[in-house]
């Protein structure tokens, strides 16, 4: 018998194996341990990825979104049945639904290890208003409950920002001594490369799922009162349209474009479009964990405006790589952008700041040995 250790990486998106934990799987894989990479969605072009980082890929059956409980009962002890039949040593699961019902698997199975990643606590968690907010509460309530319930069957439970691990742990979500704030899932710097200064002309850029709490209708508004000072700038929006119930619609995306606010290319490679930019904006009040394409445009050396709510927070150092803003505030956003349209200087200062931020919290390989640590498998 193979004294090879295995580790299970439990996800609800295919893609996020490879885009998200891509340089894990790699490392875990150099280091000799055997990666099964579980998924729902999987299509023949990322089956092929996961495979060549040296992982298994395996199917198994969930929803993303909804909560449906005889299906979802149904799904997790299919799960069961396969992590019983994998018998990984450890399990990470990450996003909502792999946390919670990928860990109860693992559990039941029998798997050894079980940790968790809280990676943001998303929409769910983001205050509600209008009609739907006792509907909002309720589900509230309802994942808050499921989450105690599968952490405590948890080893280990790791989140990236401070303010997600005191929520969680003041609420008796799960206990203090099995929380660690890894701060970021970091980004392989190499692939980043520092790209030239742009300042003609001043171009902003947002990239993220197309849905109300990334903030994309308060940066349509701050384009508007931006260019009507400075109509040569851009503002680039790069995304697709999503399942989320919260989901933009097409027409008020195009209608954004036709107005000549927005460049729309929709859901694209980041990395050209990354490279055009001179700041890139994210006035998000979704939960975020540490958004990922934050730490891959400071990487880059881009100055970064973004809000002041959790998870954003931590990566801008306001007034040195970049400025924080208040949620759903368009006018103090387009006030902020417009400190670089006249001031360009900016650009390439903070520019510099970012590069050396990523440099020192969001190396992946640094956070990777640490994660690895925490899963111990090394």
Not at 142 to 162: G, T
Not at 170 to 175: K, L, R
Not at 331 to 350: D, G
Request: hydrophobic residues 45%.
């Amino acid at each position: 018998m193979s004294n090879r250790r295995s580790c299970a990486i439990i996800s609800s998106q295919a893609f996020s194996l490879i885009n998200f934990r891509g340089p894990l799987i790699s490392d875990l894989v150099a280091s000799g341990v055997a990666v099964h990479a579980l998924a729902p969605d999987y299509d023949d072009d990322i089956r092929k990825k996961v495979i060549a980082l040296g992982a298994q890929p395996w199917d198994y059956r969930m929803v993303r979104t909804g909560m449906n409980p005889v299906r979802d009962c149904v799904d997790t002890f299919r799960l069961i049945g396969l992590l019983r039949q994998l018998r990984p040593d450890v399990t990470l699961g990450y996003f909502i639904k792999p946390v919670i019902f990928g860990t109860l698997a693992a559990w039941i199975a029998g798997v050894p290890k079980r940790v968790a990643m809280i990676e943001g606590l998303g929409s769910i968690f983001t205050a509600s208003s209008g009609s739907d907010r006792l509907q909002s509460r309720m589900l509230r309530w309802m994942v808050a409950h499921l989450y105690r319930i599968a952490l405590m069957r948890s080893h280990k439970v790791i989140f990236l920002n401070d303010d997600d691990l005191s929520e969680f742990v003041n609420s008796q979500i799960v206990e203090k001594s099995k929380a660690f704030n890894l701060g970021g899932i970091g980004v392989a710097l190499e692939a980043w490369a520092v790209s030239r200064p742009i300042t003609a002309p001043v171009t902003f850029l947002l990239a993220a799922r197309l849905i109300r709490e990334k903030g994309i209708v308060e940066y349509a508004e701050a384009a508007r009162l931006v260019k009507m000072r400075h109509p040569e700038t851009r503002f680039l929006l790069l995304g697709g349209l999503d399942p989320n119930p919260h989901c933009l619609q097409a027409s008020e995306v195009k209608s954004w474009v036709s107005q000549g606010l927005l460049e729309w290319p929709g859901h694209v490679d980041v990395h050209p479009w990354m490279a055009q930019a001179s700041v890139y904006v994210l006035p998000s009040y979704y939960r975020e964990g540490v958004p990922r394409s934050t730490q891959e445009a400071m990487a880059m050396g881009k100055a970064v405006v973004t809000t002041d709510a959790p998870g954003c927070r931590e990566t801008v150092i306001d007034g040195v790589n970049g400025f924080l803003v208040p949620v759903r505030d368009a006018k103090a956003l387009a006030q902020a952008l417009l400190r670089f349209v006249e001031n360009p200087s900016l650009i390439e200062s903070m520019g510099i700041e970012s590069r050396r931020l990523a440099e020192i919290r969001f190396d992946a390989k640094t956070v990777n040995a640490r994660l690895m640590e925490i899963l111990e498998v090394k």
